[in-house]
């Protein structure tokens, strides 16, 4: 598991960097004491998981996370300060520690973090291994699904919807003739269901009906047919590009 800290304080920097070195799976591929430094890095880099200050000498990491996203990695926040509590938590973080970092609580986030990674590698081939198998038996394109709003089911031909979009525990499903259907559940609960007919998961927040992507642009979205763009991670782009090629 590849992990980038920003931290600038030198002495916490090095205790964090003792700590981790002795966890086997963990790799340290970079670390920062500046926040523009660390904007111009960890996007190339590609961690894992970040531990984050939240004040650093020249800003706030909330401001580099709203540059940058979060949807390729998780964060897990270090500070002196617990009043950062809430805005850390609606931001999606992992974790949030308070100064000074003990070990065994660096070792518990970063061991909770490994294995929600272990898991999602997991029902990613799981998912792959369902869309195989629907495939190969040629599962009807008239599938429907049943999507529970706060006022009524209603029930939808998998093929009319266009993409779903979560938001904090919710779902929007957008239908071709530019319908939206609200639900409260999160968008992981319906990939599974949604994978095998050609659906794709181009971003933490986006899943998109690969039948009705009309461009992908190298910037890092796809334009749909009704014109919406949507951003594909770079976490993603990999499995975007497989989905071009193998257009017929």
């Given at each position: 598991m590849?992990?980038?800290?920003?931290?600038?304080e030198?002495?916490?920097?090095?205790?964090?960097?003792?700590i981790v070195?002795r966890i086997?799976?963990?790799e340290?591929i970079?670390?920062?004491?500046?926040?523009?430094?660390?904007?111009?890095?960890?996007?190339?880099?590609r961690?894992d998981?970040?531990?984050?200050?939240?004040?650093?000498?020249?800003?706030n990491?909330?401001?580099?996370?709203?540059?940058?996203?979060?949807?390729?990695f998780?964060?897990?926040f270090?500070?002196?300060?617990?009043?950062?509590?809430?805005?850390?938590?609606?931001?999606?973080?992992?974790g949030?520690?308070?100064?000074?970092?003990?070990?065994?609580?660096?070792?518990?986030?970063l061991?909770?973090?490994?294995?929600?990674?272990?898991?999602?590698?997991?029902?990613?081939q799981q998912?792959?291994?369902?869309?195989?198998?629907?495939?190969?038996?040629?599962?009807?394109?008239?599938?429907?699904?049943?999507l529970?709003?706060?006022?009524?089911?209603?029930v939808v031909?998998?093929?009319e919807?266009?993409?779903?979009?979560g938001?904090?525990?919710?779902?929007?499903?957008?239908?071709?003739?530019a319908?939206?259907?609200?639900?409260?559940?999160?968008?992981k609960?319906?990939e599974?269901?949604?994978?095998?007919?050609?659906?794709?998961?181009?971003?933490?927040?986006?899943?998109?009906n690969?039948?009705?992507?009309k461009k992908y642009?190298?910037?890092?979205?796809?334009?749909?047919?009704?014109?919406?763009?949507?951003?594909?991670?770079s976490?993603?782009?990999?499995?975007?590009?497989?989905?071009l090629?193998?257009?017929?």
């Open positions: 590849k992990l980038y800290i920003l931290e600038d030198a002495r916490i920097l090095q205790d964090i960097l003792q070195q086997d799976y963990v340290v970079g670390y920062a004491s500046e926040i523009s430094k660390a904007a111009k890095e960890i996007p190339g880099l961690p998981i970040i531990l984050a200050d939240i004040r650093l000498k020249d800003g990491s909330f401001n580099l996370f709203d540059q940058i996203g979060t949807s390729d998780q964060v897990i270090l500070t002196a300060f617990d009043q950062y509590a809430i805005q850390a938590l609606n931001l999606g973080a992992f949030y520690l308070l100064k000074p970092v003990d070990e065994e609580s660096l070792r518990t986030a061991d909770k973090c490994f294995n929600y990674r272990k898991q999602e590698s997991f029902d990613q998912l792959a291994i369902a869309k195989d198998y629907y495939l190969s038996q040629e599962v009807s394109l008239n599938k429907r699904i049943a529970k709003t706060f006022e009524c089911i209603e031909a998998i093929k919807i266009m993409y779903c979009k938001d904090k525990g919710y779902t929007t499903f957008v239908l071709i003739d319908k939206e259907i609200l639900v409260s559940k999160g968008l609960e319906y599974p269901l949604l994978y095998p007919f050609g659906f794709v998961r181009c971003h933490q927040s986006y899943m998109v690969f039948a009705y992507v642009y190298r910037e890092g979205y796809l334009q749909m047919e009704n014109g919406e763009k949507i951003q594909v991670s976490r993603k782009k990999e499995e975007v590009m497989r989905c090629e193998n257009i017929a």
